[in-house]
């Protein structure tokens, strides 16, 4: 797959590849970024992968650059070879619709269906963790069915509700806190995203699999309850 390496001042490269939202590309992106994390290349502060694109932070002053650009080609012509092992889909449970999920008659006026059909398509689908990003712990999951890809709002909200399951276009994800946001609000998850308390504070991470599934409002608050019992 090609790529190419990009000079972000001199303390940062960018390994960018093909620019579109596709999961061949993104687990390229993430094999590099862990590969590159194992090899503790001195110097090498952090190491952020994006849907198409690996960043490397680095101290100038005690990274080779060119051992660096080197250790890039090398974890690329690894991933390569290497076959690529499929996660079992993180489950999260949802309660759609409602006061949970204000948006969802728009996005079945979008989609010309019932809500109960946006629900069985959101839940039907496999969504990959692209990335992570926006606040701690907010994953970038897709690709959403088309049917239902509605695009977000031209007006954000002011405030979008902690742990709100929302659509942008191709692209679903949960707030992990309440935040302004202007993704079409669905439903709502009684599980945290993020939890600094937790022995692994991220629920999801990139390159994981998500499927959501149905839930009502009673076995919502039974959940809530009980995750409020173990924080």
């Known amino acids: 797959m090609s790529h190419r390496i990009v000079a972000a001042g001199d303390s940062a490269i960018v390994v960018e ?3 579109r939202i596709d999961p061949a590309v993104n687990a390229q992106a993430i094999a590099l970024a862990e590969a590159i994390q194992e090899a503790a290349v001195a110097g090498v502060r952090d190491v952020v992968p994006t849907y198409r694109s690996v960043a490397i932070h680095f101290d100038p002053l005690r990274t080779d650059i060119h051992a660096l650009t080197g250790q890039v080609d090398h974890a690329l012509a690894s991933a390569a070879s290497s076959p690529t092992t499929a996660r079992a889909p993180i489950r999260i449970p949802v309660c759609y ?18 809500e109960q059909t946006v629900v069985l398509a959101h839940t039907a689908t496999i969504y990959r963790v692209f990335m992570l990003g926006f606040v701690p712990g ?5 690709i959403v069915d088309q049917r239902i890809a509605m695009p977000r709002h031209a ?7 902690a742990r709100s399951v929302a659509i942008a276009g191709v692209q679903t994800g949960i707030y992990p806190g309440e935040t302004p946001g202007g993704w079409q609000l669905i439903g709502r998850t009684p599980l945290a995203p993020f939890d600094p308390n937790r022995p692994e504070p991220f629920l999801m991470k990139a390159g994981d699999a998500i499927q959501f599934f149905a839930i009502d409002r009673a076995e919502y608050t039974e ?8 924080a």
Do not use: I, T
Request: charged content about 25%.
């Open 17 to 19: 590849f093909d620019a």
């Open 223 to 230: 959940r809530e309850a009980a995750a409020e019992r173990h």
């Open 138 to 142: 907010f994953a970038y999951l897709g």
């Open 155 to 161: 007006v954000p909200r002011v405030r979008v509700p």
């Open 97 to 114: 619709g409602g006061e949970f999920g204000p948006d969802l008659p728009a996005v079945a006026g979008y989609a010309d269906c019932s």
